[in-house]
């Protein structure tokens, strides 16, 4: 049973109200519950080799614990970008019982033999986080590194919760009552893994860009922004003119959501992210769908009053944008 995927177009949840009562039932009778297969293949590979490309440091937590962390890079702001998703913290509350989620924050770390790197009993109560989150973002099988959860001194209560394959999460409790640790990592293998916690504060939120001025009676007109406040891309993103037939697909590493509120685009490549008004994610939509301008313009033609030049220009333009910014590209380039 599948009970969440977090993929480049957003996230996959399961609606049934009976597999969301199974879950919660497991999270209240154990405190924990397995997630897996959290992240879709693709872009759990796309995560692993920017990983590796990292840097990490020694970090110290206060007395806890002591780890590699790796310096924020494109794999720790891609993985914000896929649980920073108001349907994600949906099924995380709905199963969990938490208080209302406003955003999630982590932190990619290894635990390795040898090192000195360990991990003492502790509660991660501070008044501000609601539930915890582990996924394993570890290639090759390592040994040790168990999570465990137990009632705070309680050693008769505690429960170990190994997590061996890559790509698998535990969603756990946060209590006063609980604690938990990690075991030291044996063998030549380190642990890597995303952790951290869903949170009240601060609130996530993508800025959106005002779409009241979208319609003015009868057809939407056709404005698709962002293109004035346009900003020069990071290099390693492919330049050029766009066919209206090319075949435009998500860039590598890119992703987007829609918030129900509209679309939003992130590149982990370039940084950039942005949220579309309700043409621009009609636009986007489309495109995602059927994967070329000429079969977006013959749609919106239909649906929007303009011009057709006036159309094909600003969807050439918007694509630009996008593949500038690392987004989209052209399939097989
Ligand atoms: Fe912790």
């Known amino acids: 049973m599948q009970p969440i995927r977090l993929t480049s177009r957003g996230c996959d949840i399961p609606q049934e109200p009976a597999v969301l009562r199974l879950f919660r039932d497991q999270f209240h009778a154990h405190h924990y519950i397995r997630l897996p297969s959290l992240v879709e293949p693709g872009a759990l590979d796309w995560l692993a080799r920017e990983v590796e490309r990292g840097t990490f440091y020694e970090r110290e937590h206060e007395g806890i614990a002591t780890e590699s962390c790796l310096k924020p890079n494109r794999a720790f702001d891609l993985l914000h970008f896929l649980v920073n998703n108001r349907r994600v913290f949906d099924f ?7 208080e209302r989620i406003g955003s999630f924050n982590g932190r990619i ?9 360990y991990d003492s009993w502790h509660d991660d109560i501070d008044g501000n986080r609601l539930v915890a989150l582990s996924l394993n973002l570890s290639p090759q099988p390592y040994r040790g590194g168990i999570l465990q959860l137990r009632r705070k001194e309680d050693e008769a209560s505690r429960l170990d919760i190994p997590n061996p394959r890559f790509g698998d999460a535990v969603l756990f409790c946060l209590s006063d009552e609980l604690e938990h640790r990690v075991t030291n990592v044996e ?7 995303f952790a951290g916690w869903f949170r009240k504060q601060p609130t996530y939120g993508w800025y959106l860009q005002d779409s009241a001025s979208d319609t003015q009676g009868g057809k939407p007109q056709p404005v698709l922004r962002p293109l004035a406040e346009d900003t020069p891309a990071s290099s390693g993103v492919d330049e050029g003119v766009i066919s209206p037939q090319a075949r435009l697909v998500l860039a590598d590493g890119a992703a987007y959501q829609d918030t129900g509120h509209g679309v939003v685009l992130f590149s982990p490549l370039t940084g950039h992210g942005e949220g579309l008004d309700t043409v621009g994610s009609r636009a986007w939509t489309l495109l995602m769908e059927s994967g070329t ?37 052209v399939a097989g380039q």
Not at 109 to 117: I, K, Q, S, T, V
Not at 304 to 323: F, G, I, K, M, N
């Open 187 to 193: 063998g030549p293998v380190p642990r890597t893994t």
């Open 109 to 117: 770390f290894r635990l390795a033999a040898g090192l000195g790197h």
């Open 293 to 329: 301008l000429d079969a977006v313009e013959w749609v919106m033609a239909d649906e929007y009053d303009v011009e057709p030049s006036v159309l094909q220009r600003d969807l050439l333009r918007l694509a630009s944008h996008w593949r500038r910014h690392g987004i989209i590209q």
């Open 92 to 98: 995380v509350e709905a199963v969990t019982g938490c």
